[in-house]
Structure formats: structure tokens, C-alpha cells
């Protein structure tokens, strides 16, 4: 853990505080007391596959990969940790790979993901390799294979038991950045009213919020823990989905469905119903298969266009 938050929280674009300051901070403060902490919270998650995330990840790419056999070849890679953007670019490359297509598994855009994303794996494939076509998927915050997917599940969980309110809930990011022109909120916006036509959700019965605080600075609100306690405290029976996330993690699993459930249930309400992630649901692995053939047919149009031919 320590390794790992040294990595994230050393980011720039994830924290971009004064250098020395954070430097401080960081290396004083957080890593010594949060790696602890945070090791004790996987522990409640974690699984006989190990960490969830990369277990579902890895299970994602292994299907999403036949259903694209013949067309492309399909790597996974994390930002931060392993499996490295390094070790995916150079496998790529291994099998004779000179046109790599890049797709974040965030569908809203933000500096703080997307972001970092891009600008590690150009760092990467700048000093790895000096030849071939490096591309990056468009945003697909409202694409309608994505929509669907997150749709389809959480239809399920409501014909299951009906719900008295559904709660999206989502990643939140301080608001000194979207004040900089960071789009993401607006695709979380776009993301929610998608899901909410999608789903004929009523005015009212539905509300976009967002999780995971960390600091003391303004970030996007509502507040998730707020919306959902003060829920509680009418009883209610509320249904809570994050759509910002294709994979369960510790933000979902114990931060939704452990500690919030908790902090529901404190308050007085009735069932807190936690819909899963996508995951490595069947619909889901048809539906990034064809975002990722969309973006293969464009960049190919664009390359026959320019008079370029290249190997996929």
C-alpha cells in the first residue's frame, strides 16, 4: 500500500499542490498512518483471487479479448501498480503491435484519470518505442453501450424489490479543478440524466452524488454519505449505483457497501440495495467490444483518409 499511495498521491495531476509542501506532507504525514489504514480496509474485500479490482480486470480483458479475437490484440494495464502501462505497451509491442489504441476505463474525463493516463502512457511509448500509431479512445460517458449496461443492472436490482429512491453515485474531485476547466462534471451530469431516461426515472426520484472526500477543500457535491443518511432518516428503501465505476473496488465495495450501508442503516433506513458494478457482465463485455470497434473503424477511416495504411 505504501508503494502504491507513494505512486498516486505523488501524481501531479492528481494532487497539485505546492511541490515541496505535498512533498512533506506526503512522506510525513500520509504514507507513515494512511498506507496502514488503507491495508486494513482491503482487508475486509479482499478475496482468494486477491485484490477485486484486479481480479475483474483481468477477467474483463480475458473476454473482452475473444470477443475481439482476429481483430486486435486486448492488454491490461493500471496506472498505477501492476500490472504496469509499461508491461501492457510492452507486450503490445512483442507481438508486432505498431498501432495501439489506448481506452481508460473511466467514462467521464477527468485530468485526474484520463488525464494521467494519457500523459504516462506517452511518457512511456516515447522511450519504449520510436515507431508506430498511438491513439486514444473518445470519451463514452453517454455512449449507449455503456448507458445500457449500467441500465440493464440496475433495472434487475430494482425488480427485484422496488426502491423509493435511486442514488448515482460517483467519484468526486475538488472543485478548484472543474473550476479550471476540467469537463468531468459536466459528463457525470451527462452520465446521470442518460441513466435516468434510460431507466424512466421520475423528477425527484433520483439524485447524483458524489463519494470518496479526502481533504479539506471544497469538492463536488451533494455529498453520497449525506444524501444517503439524511434518506435513512425518512426509512426509506433507497438503491445506490456508481456509475463511474465499470469495476467493484474498495470505493464500492467497502466504502458503499460497507460503510455507508452502516451509516444508513444507523439512521434509520429501511434496505440501502447496492447495485453491482459492470464488472465482467456478458452485456458489458459485448458493449465495451463494440466501443472499442467504433474506435478501430474511425481510426482506420482516419488512416485511409491520410493516405495511411497500418497494422492493428
Known amino acids: 500500500m505504501r508503494c502504491f499511495l507513494k505512486e498516486f ?20 504525514v500520509i504514507l507513515p498512518f494512511r498506507s496502514r489504514s488503507s491495508a486494513r480496509l482491503y482487508q475486509k474485500i479482499w478475496t482468494d483471487e486477491g485484490s477485486p479490482l484486479i481480479a475483474i480486470s483481468g477477467k474483463l480483458r480475458d473476454r473482452v479479448a475473444r470477443q475481439l479475437l482476429g481483430i486486435c490484440h486486448v492488454e491490461l494495464a493500471m496506472r498505477y501498480g501492476e ?20 481506452l481508460p476505463l473511466f467514462p467521464q474525463v477527468s485530468i485526474t484519470t484520463t488525464g494521467t493516463i494519457e500523459r504516462e502512457v506517452r511518457r512511456v511509448a516515447g522511450r519504449i518505442s520510436s515507431d508506430g500509431r498511438l491513439s486514444f479512445a473518445a ?14 443492472m440496475i433495472r434487475v436490482a ?29 459528463h457525470c451530469e451527462a452520465t446521470a440524466a442518460a ?4 431507466l424512466a ?36 428503501r433507497v438503491l445506490v449505483a456508481c456509475p463511474g465505476f465499470t469495476a467493484d473496488c474498495l470505493e464500492t465495495l467497502e466504502e458503499i457497501g460497507q460503510r455507508l450501508r452502516a451509516d444508513f442503516e444507523a439512521a434509520g433506513g ?5 447495485v453491482p458494478c459492470l464488472n465482467d457482465n456478458e452485456a458489458w463485455v459485448e458493449g465495451l467490444a463494440r ?17 495511411q495504411f497500418s497494422r492493428i
Open 9 to 28: 498521491l505523488g501524481d501531479p495531476l492528481v494532487v497539485d499542490l505546492n511541490r515541496v509542501l505535498w512533498w512533506c506532507i506526503r512522506n510525513l
Open 83 to 102: 500490472p504496469s502501462i509499461e508491461r501492457g505497451l510492452q507486450r503490445l509491442l512483442d507481438l508486432g503491435c505498431r498501432d495501439i489504441l489506448v
Open 139 to 152: 470519451p463514452w460517458f453517454a455512449h449507449q453501450a455503456y448507458i445500457s449496461s449500467v441500465a440493464a
Open 158 to 186: 430494482m425488480q427485484r424489490k422496488p426502491v423509493d429512491h435511486v442514488v448515482l453515485s460517483l467519484h468526486g474531485i475538488p472543485v478548484r479543478y472543474v473550476e479550471a476547466g476540467d469537463p468531468y462534471r459536466d
Open 195 to 198: 441513466l435516468a431516461a434510460e
Open 201 to 236: 426515472l421520475a423528477p425527484g426520484s433520483w439524485t447524483l452524488a458524489y463519494q470518496s472526500r479526502f481533504g479539506r477543500e471544497p469538492w463536488l457535491e451533494p455529498d453520497t454519505v449525506d444524501v444517503v443518511t439524511e434518506l435513512g432518516q425518512r426509512g426509506r
Open 270 to 274: 429501511e434496505e440501502l440495495v447496492v
Open 291 to 307: 466501443i472499442v470497434t467504433e474506435e478501430l473503424e474511425a481510426g482506420a477511416d482516419a488512416a485511409h483518409a491520410a493516405g
